[in-house]
């Protein structure tokens, strides 16, 4: 059989992304497997686009055909409503930027929307604010999950107590320096294909299922098992245990060494939010300029379940980079978990709130149900929480995701030297190990840690703290020397 026709070979040919790619690929498959040639399976896939209503009944091109019907059927759109005003909400925190409240307003103006809530790490992002949760009925907004879809936190506890890390200090370095990759090396030749990482969701058939998927199958492959940029990091931490936490087998006053990764969905997510906001700014173009950034998607419309499937795909993604990472980091450094604790942010949940179906987005914000246990970080020098959820209805069971940021990402560059950094660093016995991390990551370009979680003491309850004592991050020359503008804080 001839070799398969790939997603970007079609896009050159003017196909569509989504279902309709998807249903040409199935069919080209069959094609070639009857011996047809490349050329030829091309002529009979574009006979179909040219004449779809002729191939409605065909057993091979039927579903193709109908896709392209429906595509063919005009679209419209009624007005949106925006509100006049917004619907109420609850701020958690003080001291926010003007633009980080403006957000939030318009996007509880939007006529979706039915309920709304700040964490106090909230600062400005694209949409949707960073720390903004939104309830939104039966439609999702891409920017209001935000770019880095299902980034998320992962905590895996050890039986070793934090001294380990005197013991067995170098092998505990070579385990993260020589098993974690941050960025874009998978692009440039530096990550060796030998160390690619295997997956059981990387052979999951929903990649098959949209053709933007199938687009980014390679890029999964290639991506797995590795880290973003920006506020992403890897650390050994020693863990404190605050109170008695049955679920993991620990008691009060025990402490663990652990290890911490904070990471998303790399390049799969950036392309499908990206993608999908497209596609939703193109559905409401009577949208003022303002509200572009939250356009929706209906979920019962097929966009909406495009993106719906995409965002799941990319969520399971993220969580098979934190597993495999995991594991590889632990058996390099000789070690068992003993317990884990994983949650995500930067996703879209359907749930019920005051007994209506709602979706929930959660960008920069962390579940928080009664019960839940959630991973909240604090910077690279101070400690983070191990949480539990106390289900505070008008946060929509959310918290804050980590310390938020007082001012951009240039502007701290511009007030903190490494030296600076490096003293505080330096102060709390923390080892960083690519000093040449960009100082917008320093502990100096965050908020007090501890005062944003003393402002959110209804919504979680701390019961362990983990203080970071050796961290790997993304070398500064990797993310932050980039040209153009400032990008929005995470």
Known sequence: ???????????????????????????????????????????????????????????????????LIELEQPKSSPPAPIREAPISFRVWGKDFEPQTLQQLENAARLPVSEAAALM??????????????????????????????????RLSIYDEPPSFIQAQGDRLRKALLFNTRFGLGERDGEWDPRN??????????????????????????RQMGTSGTSNHFAEWAALNVLEDIPQLGLHAGDTRLCFVTHSGSRGIGATIAQEYTRIAKDLRPELPKQFHELAWLDLDSEAGQEYWLAMQVAGDFASACHLTIHQTVSAAAGLQPAA??????????????????????????????????????????????????????????????????????????????????????KQRGVELLNPDAGVDEAPQAYKNPAEVMAQQTDLVRPIATFQPLIVMMSSDEKFGKKKGKDKKRR
């Not at 001839?2 to 989504?18: I, M, S």
């Not at 995500?344 to 709602?358: D, I, P, R, S, V």
């Open 1 to 67: 059989m001839a070799r398969k026709l790939t997603g970007k070979e079609l896009l050159a040919e003017g196909w569509p992304p989504g279902p309709i790619m998807g249903a040409a690929l199935e069919a080209a498959d069959t094609l070639l497997a009857d011996k047809l040639d490349r050329g030829e399976v091309l002529t009979r896939l574009n006979e179909v686009r040219q004449a779809p209503a002729q191939f409605r009944s065909d057993p091979l091109f039927g579903v193709l055909a109908q896709r």
């Open 120 to 153: 106090p790490d909230g600062h400005p992002g694209y949409g949707l604010p960073i720390g903004g949760v939104l309830g939104t009925e039966n439609s999702v907004i891409p920017y209001g999950v935000g770019v880095d879809i299902a980034c998320r936190m």
């Open 196 to 221: 690619r990482r295997d997956h059981p969701l990387l052979d999951d058939p929903r990649w098959r299922e949209l053709g933007l998927l199938r687009h980014l199958h390679d890029k999964a492959v």
């Open 340 to 425: 884990f604790v994983e949650n995500h942010h930067n996703f879209a949940w359907e749930e019920t709130h005051g007994g209506k179906k709602l979706i929930v987005h959660r960008k920069g914000a962390t579940p928080a149900a009664a019960g839940e246990l959630g991973v909240i970080p604090g910077t690279m020098a101070d400690q983070g929480y191990l949480v539990l959820g106390l289900g505070n209805a008008a946060s929509l069971n959310s918290s804050s995701h980590g310390a938020g940021r007082p001012r951009s990402r240039t502007a701290s560059k511009q007030m903190i030297t490494r030296h600076q950094r490096d003293a505080y660093l």
